[in-house]
């Protein structure tokens, strides 16, 4: 099966809604990242995502919902705290688990009774929710394991020949996935894993915010952890990444004493001046960082880079989620200096 790709326009995004209400798999841009999209309830379209991706059983799919007020549909029990988060963060990058009803099959929720309900801002993913009359499961349109799309090209290079079509809707806002929450009482959470809608933003509303320790620590593939994602190989490209925190003196000196063929650095913008080794840059600011990552991760591998030593990011705010990804891309290999 050749993959299609549609364009941004009403009749094409018709056409994708279509698809999905048929039981097909479309790649979907969001203001996230790309993703697969498929009827969270059909599961016979639901394995079809897993089986596109490679993606572990056990790691569920957040659905995808036009409206905060369509998650009594397929939820059991909604806590009052979610109401007024999703006043403030519905539509956008903003994902909340909360108890599953029947309407999810286990195959959605990867074995799991809770499931995670976001509803997105992109103008064509909130079409094709509406058209397509489904509640739409859609993890990151990646190979499991590599470097999240940011752009259609990246999905049809992942994808091609494997689901039915993607909507080409240019390069994704934010950059890095959705922030995931559950919740620890009555006015707080647990931040499962760190998006655009940071702690601080939370704080506005939530008595408490709580980073789950999986963010910035490793876990085993054993392990029992509250976001399955967590304990999964992610986020890397084919080169080795060392993430390095250090001054940009101190990293210029580490990159030259380990220079060599395949060695390239991965700095900030404003870093370039004086800096006389192979690089690439990817952002000033966390959300120039979070926008460019995934980005620059695949173009390392596109240009034959081997082996990649990144300046750390901030984890404040946003950088926060730029660090997680970043630490789990180096598979934890952190040199500070
Ligand atoms: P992706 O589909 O690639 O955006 O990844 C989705 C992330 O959300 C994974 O890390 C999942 O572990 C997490 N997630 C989705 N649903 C749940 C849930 N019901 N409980 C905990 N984490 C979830
Ligand atoms: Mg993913």
Redesign the pocket.
Known sequence: MDTLLLKNNIDDIRYAATLIRDGQVVGIPTETVYGLGADASNEEAVRMVFAAKGRPAD????VHLADFSDAVKYTSAIPELAHKLAERFCPGPL?M?MPKNERIPMVT?GG?D???IRVPSHPVMHSIIELSGCAVAA??ANTSGYPSPTSAEHVMRDMNGKIAAVVDGGQSEFGV?ST?I?FDGEDAVRI??PGAVTREMLLEVCGEVIIDPAILNEVGEGAKV?????KYKHYSPKADIIMVESSLADFAELVGDNYGDGVYALVFDGDEEGFPYRHLTYGADSSMQAHWLFQRLRELDDIGAEKVYVRAPSTDGVGLAVYNRLIRAAGFEVIRI
Do not use: F, Q
Not at 226 to 230: E, I, L, R
């Open positions: 790691n569920p799919l957040i994902t688990v929720s799991l809770t499931v995670g993890p990151s996935e995931v559950s499962l894993r509250a976001s399955p994602g967590m």
